[in-house]
């Protein structure tokens, strides 16, 4: 969200994306919108602070958080468990599979995800035994029904052990549905699941990475559930 105070100046503005060539997804910047400016005035300051948004403030403190979990993007070429498609995308080492839910949390409840994008080996020895870790690409993570507040970053290698961890500080946290995780990097993550309960997703937001096995469901249950926590089927 973006609050604009206007030029004082009539004219037509322009509100821009810069260009950028991140990953394979070069854009040479372009229009938005254009701003029309009359001669007509009504000078209007802008707020020196702004009404607290109750639902994602205050942000959640270290001491509600009940659990950590890891979610891991991972690629494998030539396609073994997609062969038709004929690369394989993967979170956690796992295809989406319509009616398995590979993680359950709980309502009112806080966690910190660490979401993952781990680099290809250099070479093919000593490659990680558990990952599909042929990933040469960043992902968008995206999550539904709640947001996240964005903590910490840090560089992760091709085993997934990360390194130059940055602690974000509260005027620095975003709040946010979606995160690029680059090649290289991992992403924490803090969310409360509010309000609503039932099957909701989580994968990564390019289409054909999603599309092709890139997804998890998520069950969010208002009372605990014990059996199977976490990876029931």
């Known amino acids: 969200e973006y609050l604009v105070k206007a030029n004082a100046k009539p004219g037509v503005y322009e509100l821009r994306q810069s260009p950028q060539s991140l990953q394979f997804l070069k854009s040479e910047g372009r229009v938005l919108a254009r701003i029309v400016i009359t001669k ?3 000078d209007m300051p802008l707020p020196a602070a702004l009404p607290i948004q109750t639902r994602h403030f205050p942000l959640i403190p270290d001491e509600e958080v009940v659990n950590t979990r890891i979610i891991e993007f ?8 997609n062969p038709i498609v004929g ?10 599979e319509e009616l398995s839910v590979a993680n359950t949390v709980i309502l009112d409840t806080a966690e910190d995800w660490i979401i993952k994008s781990p680099p290809m080996p250099d070479t093919m020895e000593g490659k990680h035994a ?3 870790h042929d990933n ?3 992902h968008p993570f995206h999550i539904h029904v709640n947001s996240f507040e964005i903590i910490a970053m840090a560089d992760v290698d ?9 602690r974000y500080s509260p005027d620095e946290i975003l709040i946010q549905d979606t995160v690029w995780v680059p090649l290289g990097k991992q992403v924490t993550i803090r969310q409360k699941y509010k309000q609503w309960t039932g099957k909701a997703v989580y994968h990564c937001h390019i289409l054909p990475h999603e599309d092709t096995g890139m997804m998890q469901n998520l069950m969010i249950l208002n009372s605990k559930f014990t059996p199977g926590h976490g990876s029931h089927k």
């Open 40 to 42: 007509e005035t009504n």
């Open 74 to 81: 991972g690629m494998q070429f030539p396609g073994v468990a």
């Open 87 to 96: 690369i394989d995308f993967f979170i956690n080492n796992q295809l989406y």
């Open 130 to 132: 558990v990952m599909h």
């Open 136 to 138: 040469t690409e960043g």
């Open 158 to 166: 091709s085993n997934g052990v990360a390194s130059n961890e940055v």
